[in-house]
Each structure stands twice: as structure tokens, then as C-alpha cells.
């Protein structure tokens, strides 16, 4: 016990059934999981996460569920960052191995503003892959029936008794 948990932590680790970690602190915590690879990485809230740090406890998974909403918050990236890639030269993009004509600084920063969870969306996702949730109980009525018609197509029910949820009289009318 004396030994300081800066050498404890790592050891704990290899026998813990279930490890809760951000995606880049699974890379960053001082060795803490560097050598362990997961038999399952579950993502939650996936559709705020940029594509270069979802990558990172993704590659060290033999399974991976991704939970999340694309429709909701974005991944946030620094103003000085898009800037930066926006003015990528085209010699900095080969510099990069991105020697595809096609392929300009708007592309690169669509990597990093949209989340892997929404390109797998659009792109890749066999329909028996995912579920989506067309029922939601957490929000006041006249909130969700807002966001069912402007972001989720009306796919978006209420499904609880708003008057149990509904302190604040702005939300009642």
C-alpha cells in the first residue's frame, strides 16, 4: 500500500470488469491503460465526437457500440483550428498523404466538425445495425414536439405525463 497509485492504478486496471474513461484519457492517463486492449468500448453521447478521438479507444476494441444523436450537439473545434485547416495549401495536403485531387481543406475540416457516429449514418450503416429511438420521456411536450419537427422528421413521440416534469409555467403554455 505504500507504493504511490501512479504504479497501483495500471496493475487494478488489468483485473477491473469495467473501465470508464474519456476517449482521448484512454491514450493520455499516464500509462494507466496504454497495453490493454477491451473486449467491448461503449461510446456514449458518440454524435459530439470528432472522427481523430473516436478513433482512439476504437482501435484498441474487439467490439464497439457507439451510442448518441448526430441531430444534437456538434463536435466542437476550436475557431483557430478551422481556420487553420480551411487554409491547408494543397502542398501541405499532399505533405499529408491527401494527394486526392478532390480532396481540399473543406474536406479535412469535415472530418474533424462531423462526428464518425454521423458519417457512419450516412454511409455505412446496415439497417439491422441500428436502432433508433422514436420515443423520448425526459423533456416538457412543447419542447420535443419543437425538435420532432424541425431536426427529427415528426419521428419524435412524448410518450410521460408532462405535468409531472413541468414546474416552470413558461414550459406549461
Request: charged share 20%.
Amino acid at each position: 500500500l505504500e507504493t504511490s497509485a501512479e504504479q497501483l492504478t495500471p496493475e487494478v486496471l488489468r483485473y477491473a470488469d469495467i473501465v470508464g474513461a474519456t476517449c482521448i484519457g484512454v491514450a493520455t492517463a499516464k500509462g494507466l491503460a496504454n497495453d490493454i486492449d477491451f473486449d467491448l468500448v461503449i461510446v456514449d453521447e458518440a454524435g459530439q465526437i470528432s472522427t481523430p478521438n473516436l478513433l482512439v479507444p476504437l482501435v484498441r476494441a474487439r467490439c464497439s457500440i457507439l451510442v448518441g444523436d448526430h441531430m444534437q450537439l456538434p463536435p466542437f473545434v476550436d475557431s483557430s483550428v478551422q481556420t487553420w485547416i480551411k487554409n491547408l495549401s494543397p502542398q501541405t495536403l499532399q505533405e499529408l498523404n491527401l494527394e486526392d485531387d478532390a480532396f481540399d481543406g473543406s474536406q479535412f475540416l469535415a472530418e474533424f466538425t462531423q462526428s464518425a457516429f454521423e458519417q457512419l449514418l450516412r454511409s455505412r450503416v446496415r439497417p439491422e445495425n441500428l436502432v433508433v429511438f422514436t420515443e423520448q420521456r425526459r423533456m416538457p411536450r412543447v419542447i420535443a414536439d419543437f425538435a420532432s419537427q424541425h431536426f427529427y422528421n415528426r419521428q419524435l413521440s412524448t410518450v410521460h405525463n408532462d405535468t409531472s416534469l413541468v414546474r416552470d409555467t413558461l414550459f406549461q403554455s
